[in-house]
C-alpha cells in the first residue's frame, strides 16, 4: 500500500505496507463547515485496512491521513484472524461496512466486518463485529447480534449518528438500530423480502447547509412494492407510495423533490415518473410512458424544474437513444426531446447533471457521453462523444466526437469537471487521449499537463478511472482495457492543472474507493 502526499504530487508514493495480503476497508472524509452549517472542503482523514502480519495473522490497521508527515500504520483494535497461506483476506473477512458515529469528525469511523466461521463466508459460525478507528491495539471488537454487513446511516443537523437502518433476512425484519451497537431496535417493516435506498436525503455532498438526511426505501414485501420515508429523527418508517410494478433504478434529487420511476413490465412496459416533495408530502405523478421490450428509459438528473431522463432504442443489432424533460409541477401527457437521436446509447455511468454553482440546483448543466459500439472482424469497436447542454436543452458544447467526461471525476466543490479529449483508439479503451480541466462556469477547458509541462496522453488500448478526492486533488487508475499488462496511477490538482503518472512495481494498482 502507497500513500500519495496530495501536497506535492510528484513526491515518490510513500510506502506503507508490504503485507502480502491487504484490503481496504473504510476511510473517513474531513467535511469542513462554516458558520452557518455550510459545507466548504471535503478531503480525506482516516483510512481503515486489514492486513496480515508475519504469522499469517490478520489484524485491522488505521491511517492518520490528516497529519502532515508520511501516515504510520497503527493497528486497531486486537482482532487477530489466522489466514491460510496463500489465500485472500475476503476468505475470512467476507465483507465489511463503514459508518461514523459523527460524520464531521472522521476519527469517530467505524467498521462492521463479517467474519466467516469454520466452514468459510455464509456458514454456521459467522460473526458481526465492530472495530473503531479509535480502539486501541488491546480493544477487542465488540460482538453485533446482527447477521448482515448491508445497513444505512441517518445523521442529524449537527452531524451525529440518530440510527442505522438494516434488513435482518432470517426474521423478515427492516429495523432501525439507535447506535453502533446494533441492540435495542425498533421494527420499522414486517415480512420484508427485500428492501434498498432508493435515495439517501444527504445535504453533505453538493455544497449546501447540512441540515440531516433521511432514507427514501425501496421495500418488497408479499403484498407488493412499496416506498418508505425513514427521517433521520424518527424511529418509523412512513409508507409514501404503492408501486403499480416495481420500484426500478435509483432515485434522483434536486434538494427539493426525489424523483423515482414505477415500471410494470409484461409483452409492453409501462414506466410511470414521480416527485415526492422532500420537505413532505403525497408523491405527485409527472408522465407515464408505454413502450415495448426493445425500449427502455431511466433517470439523469434534475434542476427544480424539469426532470432530465433518456430513451434507449434498440433495433436490428442497432442503438440509439434521446434525451427527454418533463416539468416537474404538473403531470405530462408527452415528453420534451432536448437531446438526439444520438446513434449509440447513452451511458448511464457516466453522463450527470453538475451545478456550475456548488449547492445551487438551478444552475445544473447536462454532461452528456454517448457510446456507439460496432462490431467486425471479431473485434468491437467503441466510439465516445460527448455533449453539455441545459437541462432545458439548449447546447453550450456541441457533440463531440472522441471526447468522454469521466463519472465522478472531481469533488462536488471543485468547480470544474474532467474530459477526455483525442481519443484515437479502436479498440475499446481511451488510448491516445488528454485531460482536459473544464471550468464549470465558463466550459473553458485546460489541459492537464505532467510535470515537465507536456499534456498527458491515456496510453493506447487502456481505460482511466479518476475520481475527485477532495476539493481539487484527485485520483485513479490507468489500466489495460482487456486486464492484460501492468495498470498505473494517477493523481492531479486541478489548481494547478497537473496531472502525475505514479509507475509501481505492481501489476495491479486499486485506488482506496
Given at each position: ?48 485496512y486489514a492486513a496480515i502480519d508475519n504469522s499469517n495473522n490478520i489484524h485491522v490497521y488505521g491511517l492518520n491521513l490528516a497529519s502532515s508527515s508520511t501516515p504510520e500504520p497503527v493497528q486497531i483494535g486486537s482482532l487477530s484472524l489466522p489466514l491460510t497461506s496463500g489465500a485472500a483476506i475476503n476468505t475470512v473477512i ?350 473553458n477547458s485546460t489541459a492537464l499537463t505532467t510535470t515537465g509541462g507536456a499534456a498527458y496522453q491515456v496510453p493506447a488500448g487502456d481505460i482511466s478511472g479518476l475520481a475527485g478526492l477532495a476539493n481539487t486533488i484527485g485520483a485513479g487508475v490507468i489500466a489495460p482495457r482487456t486486464g492484460a499488462g501492468a495498470s498505473q ?25
Amino acid at each position: 500500500m502507497f500513500v500519495i502526499p496530495s501536497g506535492n504530487l510528484a513526491a515518490a508514493p510513500a510506502f506503507v505496507s508490504s503485507a502480502a495480503a491487504t484490503a481496504y476497508l473504510a476511510y473517513g472524509e474531513q467535511v469542513t463547515v462554516s458558520g452557518s452549517n455550510v459545507v466548504t472542503a471535503l478531503s480525506p482523514a482516516t483510512y481503515m485496512y486489514a492486513a496480515i502480519d508475519n504469522s499469517n495473522n490478520i489484524h485491522v490497521y488505521g491511517l492518520n491521513l490528516a497529519s502532515s508527515s508520511t501516515p504510520e500504520p497503527v493497528q486497531i483494535g486486537s482482532l487477530s484472524l489466522p489466514l491460510t497461506s496463500g489465500a485472500a483476506i475476503n476468505t475470512v473477512i467476507c465483507d465489511s461496512r463503514q459508518s461514523q458515529t459523527n460524520i464531521l469528525q472522521p476519527s469517530t469511523m467505524f467498521v462492521v466486518v463479517h467474519i466467516a466461521g469454520t466452514g468459510g463466508c455464509n456458514t454456521t459460525g459467522d460473526v458481526w463485529e465492530v472495530v473503531h478507528y479509535t480502539d486501541s491495539s488491546g480493544t477487542a471488537p465488540a460482538v453485533a447480534n446482527i447477521t448482515s454487513t448491508q445497513f444505512n446511516s441517518l445523521f442529524g443537523p449537527g452531524g451525529a449518528l440518530t440510527g442505522l437502518e438494516l434488513l435482518d433476512a432470517g426474521s423478515g425484519n427492516l429495523y432501525l438500530y439507535p447506535d453502533d451497537t446494533f441492540t435495542t431496535p425498533a421494527t420499522l417493516v414486517t415480512g420484508v423480502t427485500g428492501a434498498s435506498v432508493l435515495f439517501d436525503a444527504d445535504d453533505v455532498v453538493g455544497g449546501v447547509a447540512f441540515s440531516g438526511n433521511e432514507l427514501f426505501l425501496a421495500v418488497t414485501t408479499a403484498s407488493g412494492s412499496f416506498l418508505y420515508r425513514l427521517p433521520h429523527a424518527s424511529t418509523t418508517a412512513t409508507k409514501e407510495y404503492t408501486a403499480t410494478g416495481s420500484l426500478s433504478g435509483s432515485g434522483i434529487g434536486d434538494g427539493t423533490n426525489m424523483y423515482f420511476v414505477d415500471t410494470t413490465s409484461a409483452t409492453t412496459s409501462t414506466s410511470t415518473f414521480w416527485a415526492e416533495p422532500l420537505g413532505g408530502g403525497a408523491p405527485t405523478e409527472l408522465y407515464s410512458v408505454s413502450y415495448p421490450v426493445s425500449v427502455s428509459y431511466d433517470l439523469l438528473g434534475a434542476n427544480a424544474s424539469v426532470l432530465v431522463f433518456y430513451e434507449t432504442t434498440i433495433s436490428g443489432g442497432a442503438i440509439t437513444s434521446n434525451l427527454l424533460n418533463v416539468p416537474v409541477g404538473s403531470v405530462s401527457s408527452s415528453a420534451t426531446s432536448i437531446g438526439g437521436p444520438y446513434n449509440g446509447s447513452i451511458s448511464a455511468d457516466s453522463s450527470f447533471l453538475q451545478p456550475t454553482t456548488a449547492g445551487d440546483a438551478s444552475s445544473r448543466v447536462v454532461f452528456l457521453n454517448v457510446i456507439q459500439e460496432t462490431s467486425g472482424g471479431g473485434t468491437t469497436t467503441i466510439n465516445y462523444s460527448s455533449e453539455v447542454l441545459t437541462p432545458t436543452g439548449t447546447v453550450k458544447q456541441s457533440l463531440t466526437t472522441n471526447s468522454v467526461y469521466p463519472f465522478a471525476a472531481t469533488g462536488p466543490l471543485s468547480g470544474s469537471v474532467l474530459q477526455i479529449t483525442g481519443i484515437t483508439d479502436t479498440n475499446g479503451g481511451y488510448g491516445g487521449g488528454s485531460f482536459n480541466d473544464v471550468n464549470l462556469a465558463t466550459l473553458n477547458s485546460t489541459a492537464l499537463t505532467t510535470t515537465g509541462g507536456a499534456a498527458y496522453q491515456v496510453p493506447a488500448g487502456d481505460i482511466s478511472g479518476l475520481a475527485g478526492l477532495a476539493n481539487t486533488i484527485g485520483a485513479g487508475v490507468i489500466a489495460p482495457r482487456t486486464g492484460a499488462g501492468a495498470s498505473q496511477g494517477a493523481a492531479y490538482d486541478l489548481s494547478k492543472d497537473l496531472i502525475v503518472p505514479i509507475s509501481l512495481t505492481n501489476t495491479s494498482i486499486t485506488l482506496f474507493n
